[in-house]
């Protein structure tokens, strides 16, 4: 080989890992590796499963041996995540906000499921459970709440399970996401701290890629006896507008919630 080739091939070489290193970092490119092969051993391990119990129902002595994630890969691309996102200059400027009080979603009684109860009768609800597995909302949304303004900052990662069209987020899991958290606001000014979705308004702005972190900023903008107007928006780590968001919030006068902590 020549020279020319040889520094041709070299430069090109070289142009190409710096693009790659500034836009995909290392740290994030390990961890988007291990979760898509955590993703795919957890599709096979459903096929697995479901020959498991087709064999059970003709052999009833069979036992599955599936696990529900790689051993060389469980809990290691949900690590990763969670240092990337404890450590976003977002997150760690909010951490040192006094005025802000922080908590990890899904934390509450009603995420959890009692000794004894089955799966469809609590704790088992779609955001905690569905939706929280690797390459879908692998780590916990981190909540930061202002009980003074009544305005809340949710920031978390949106991987590829929890797509509609290829690369982007599902509509209704964006919807379900602000749901939750223009909620939790609106409960912010209920004595009870509970409440129901009258209605909910969505204006979806821009494509929510998936792969990214995303936030959600949330506010109280009307307040009565049993009502709280709240509005919000799902935004990129950068400030891009994603979906806009309107709601109303009620207290039922018929019905005893339990309180969300």
Same mark, same amino acid.
Request: proline residues 7%; without cysteine.
């Given at each position: 080989?020549s020279l020319?080739?040889? =520094?041709?091939?070299?430069?090109?070489?070289?142009?190409?890992g710096?693009?790659?290193?500034?836009?995909? $970092? $290392?740290f994030?490119? *390990? /961890?988007?590796?291990?979760?898509?092969?955590?993703s795919?051993y =957890?599709?096979?391990?459903?096929?697995?499963?479901s020959?498991?119990?087709?064999?059970?129902?003709?052999?009833?002595?069979?036992?599955?041996?599936?696990?529900?994630?790689?051993p060389a890969?469980?809990g290691?691309?949900?690590? +990763? +995540?969670?240092?990337?996102?404890?450590?976003?200059?977002?997150v760690?400027?909010?951490?040192?906000?006094?005025?802000?009080s *922080?908590?990890?979603?899904w934390?509450?009684?009603?995420y959890?499921?009692?000794?004894?109860?089955?799966?469809?009768?609590?704790?088992?609800?779609?955001?905690?459970?569905? =939706?929280?597995?690797?390459g879908?909302?692998?780590?916990? $949304?981190v909540?930061?709440?202002?009980?003074?303004?009544?305005?809340a900052?949710i920031?978390?990662?949106?991987?590829? /399970?929890?797509?509609?069209f290829p690369a982007?987020?599902?509509?209704?899991?964006?919807?379900?996401?602000?749901?939750?958290?223009?909620?939790?606001?609106?409960?912010?000014?209920?004595?009870?701290?509970?409440?129901?979705?009258?209605?909910l308004?969505?204006?979806?702005?821009?494509?929510?890629?998936?792969?990214?972190?995303? *936030?959600?900023r949330?506010?109280?903008?009307?307040?009565s006896?049993?009502?709280?107007? *709240?509005?919000?928006k799902?935004?990129? =780590?950068g400030?891009?507008?994603?979906?806009?968001?309107?709601? +109303?919030?009620?207290?039922?006068?018929?019905?005893?919630?339990?309180?969300?902590?």
């Open positions: 080989m020319r080739p040889a =520094l041709t091939l070299w430069s090109t070489a070289l142009a190409a710096a693009i790659l290193g500034f836009s995909e $970092p $290392p994030k490119l *390990v /961890r988007s590796y291990i979760e898509y092969q955590n795919r =957890l599709d096979a391990a459903a096929v697995a499963d020959l498991d119990k087709s064999s059970q129902e003709t052999s009833p002595s069979s036992t599955s041996t599936s696990t529900k994630f790689h890969l469980h290691s691309s949900s690590a +990763l +995540l969670e240092h990337e996102l404890m450590n976003l200059p977002l760690q400027a909010l951490l040192n906000d006094p005025a802000l *922080v908590r990890r979603a934390a509450g009684p009603h959890q499921t009692p000794p004894g109860d089955a799966p469809w009768r609590s704790g088992q609800v779609f955001t905690a459970h569905t =939706l929280h597995q690797p879908g909302i692998a780590a916990k $949304p909540v930061f709440t202002n009980t003074t303004t009544r305005a900052t920031v978390l990662h949106v991987g590829h /399970r929890v797509t509609g982007i987020v599902h509509g209704g899991v964006l919807a379900t996401l602000l749901d939750e958290a223009l909620g939790r606001t609106a409960f912010l000014s209920f004595p009870e701290s509970a409440g129901v979705t009258a209605n308004k969505l204006k979806y702005k821009n494509p929510t890629w998936a792969g990214q972190f995303i *936030v959600i949330t506010q109280t903008d009307q307040v006896e049993r009502k709280a107007k *709240v509005s919000g799902v935004m990129t =780590l400030g891009k507008t994603l979906v806009e968001a309107e709601a +109303l919030f009620v207290v039922p006068k018929k019905f005893k919630l339990k309180p969300m902590k």
